[in-house]
């Protein structure tokens, strides 16, 4: 490499403070700005729930939220977190109870392999929060942003509309979502 | 993969930004919505020197009224549009539109104008823009949507311009969007977008050639009394699509047809 190029590397590889708030717990790294979310969240913060399941943002196994919006966290850099408020899926479960889509995952058969479960979770905790009583349609339209290899899909639409029953009988739990686009 | 390296800067301004990408050089990119760019960098099919982030220029995210025009900023995000009363009200097939690009977690990042200066043949706004005549505001200059689209993921932005707004015009007539595609979230294989405006019809094609498509032939043969099925017809008259993994170039200009068809029948409330 020649001198000049070796400082061009030098001033894109210089860190950036990224501070966040990641389910409810603040932290403050120095991280390169080529840094995808979803790695600074696996390899930095050590939460590995988060998958990574393709290379085209195509997948949804990376869905977090993202001050409340459900977001591919492998098409965002983590610099863009600066600021910002995330939910995991380690975000879900409270004092060692599921959060009701975990357990409607558990108790319908949501899954199978499991890999792409924690990305099709925060996915529909954003839909539950757009629309807390969705139709088949509905939910399947608010889903098709994950893929699932094994499922076929029937149990998972199942456990969205069995959270979304538990969720509107049941005391309000919690999870920051927003109310959508105005 | 992992992307490039990259110098990363945020701008507070479009001055700014604009400044910024002089500085740092032909190779540096805006980033708005991440969702164009950022899987061609994973993919390392785009590997900028450096990025500008423009998601902090909240004057750049609005959606005005004004007078006969409907002003959408350029950091307007795809689930803001689509729910705005505003868009429903004054042009109801862009909120249609909004509503089908990818899906909700691309919804929620990817912006209109990053869709408009990405010039994705697939991309679904262009179409709009085009077929209606709206105008893409930068920070230096206006430029009607038909000289603005050049070629295949090229336009008539320079290197430090922004766009800053898309203006297009208030239509409340019959409109549909058809959008061809083998799953939910994908991009378009072919799509056609009919609205009714000043007594005629405006006909937009999506990815069957390098840039959007005006279906003029098909506006004329409505305008002289031909029937949707007979209008239709002309939907493919100067086509040269590029075939790709999903559609040969035959099934692309057959699709044109009959989507085109059903446009406007979909439009007028027909199936
Ligand atoms: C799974 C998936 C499905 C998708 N499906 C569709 C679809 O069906 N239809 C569709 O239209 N799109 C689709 N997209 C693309 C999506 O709409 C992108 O958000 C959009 O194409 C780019 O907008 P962005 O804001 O994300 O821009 P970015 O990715 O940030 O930028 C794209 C390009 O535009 C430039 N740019 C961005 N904003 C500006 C500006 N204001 N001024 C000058 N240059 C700018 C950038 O420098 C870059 O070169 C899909 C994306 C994914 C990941
Ligand atoms: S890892 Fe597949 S969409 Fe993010
Ligand atoms: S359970 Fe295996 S991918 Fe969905």
Redesign the pocket.
């Known amino acids: 490499m020649a001198p000049a190029e070796r400082r061009l590397e030098g001033i894109r590889s210089m860190k950036h403070k990224v501070a966040t708030t990641v389910n409810g717990r603040r932290h403050e790294h120095e991280v390169e700005p080529r840094l995808l979310l979803v790695h600074h969240l696996r390899d930095n913060l050590g939460l590995t729930g988060t998958h990574i399941g393709c290379d085209?943002?195509?997948c949804g196994a990376c869905t977090i939220l993202v001050d409340g919006k459900a977001v591919?966290s492998c098409?965002m850099f983590a610099v863009q977190a600066e600021g910002k408020s995330l939910t995991t899926i380690e975000g879900m479960a409270k004092d060692g109870e599921l959060h009701p889509i975990q357990q409607a995952f558990w108790d319908e058969h949501g899954l199978q392999c499991g890999y792409c479960t924690p990305g099709f979770i925060m996915a529909a905790a954003y839909l539950l929060a757009q629309n807390p009583n969705p139709t088949e349609d509905e939910i399947r339209k608010g889903l098709e942003?994950n893929l699932c290899r094994c499922t076929g899909y029937v149990n998972i639409v199942k456990a969205v509309q069995t959270a979304a029953k538990t969720m509107s009988t049941a005391p309000a739990r919690k999870t920051t979502v927003a109310a959508g686009g105005n | 993969m992992i992307p490039a390296a990259f110098e990363y800067a945020r701008a507070s301004s479009v001055e700014e930004a604009s400044n910024l990408l002089s500085k740092f050089g032909e190779d540096a990119?805006?980033?708005?919505?991440?969702?164009?760019?950022?899987?061609l960098m994973r993919l390392r099919l785009?590997q900028p020197s450096a990025l500008v982030d423009?998601n902090g220029l909240k004057d750049?995210d609005h959606i005005k009224e004004d007078g006969r025009k409907l002003r959408v900023g350029?950091?307007t995000r795809?689930v803001t549009i689509q729910n705005s009363s505003t868009v429903k009200e004054k042009l109801p097939l862009l909120a249609e539109i909004a509503g089908?690009?990818?899906?909700n977690q691309?919804r929620n990042?990817?912006?209109m104008?990053?869709?408009i200066?990405?010039a994705?043949a697939?991309?679904?706004?262009p179409t709009l823009a085009l077929m209606l005549d709206a105008d893409i505001v930068?920070n230096q200059r206006t430029i009607p949507a038909n000289e603005f689209f050049k070629d295949l993921f090229t336009t008539a932005?320079a290197p430090d311009?922004?766009?800053?707004e898309v203006v297009f015009p208030v239509a409340t007539g019959a409109h549909k969007y058809v959008?061809f595609r083998r799953r939910l979230?994908?991009?378009?294989i072919v799509g056609v977008a009919a609205q009714k405006m000043n007594g005629g019809w405006r006909i937009g094609l999506t990815n069957v050639g390098p840039t959007p498509v005006r279906a003029t032939a098909v506006e004329e043969a409505l305008h002289k009394g031909a029937q949707p099925e007979e209008a239709a017809q002309h939907a493919s008259d100067e086509l040269d699509p590029a075939g790709d993994l999903r559609a040969s170039p035959e099934y692309k200009k057959h699709l044109a047809r009959v989507l085109t068809k059903r446009a406007i029948n979909q439009a007028e409330g027909r199936q």
């Open positions: 085209t943002s195509q591919k098409t942003g | 990119k805006v980033l708005a919505g991440g969702h164009s760019l950022i899987p785009a423009i750049l350029a950091l795809h089908e690009v990818g899906d691309v990042m990817g912006t104008g990053g869709v200066a990405h994705d697939a991309g679904d706004y930068t932005l311009e922004i766009v800053t959008k979230f994908d991009w378009a």
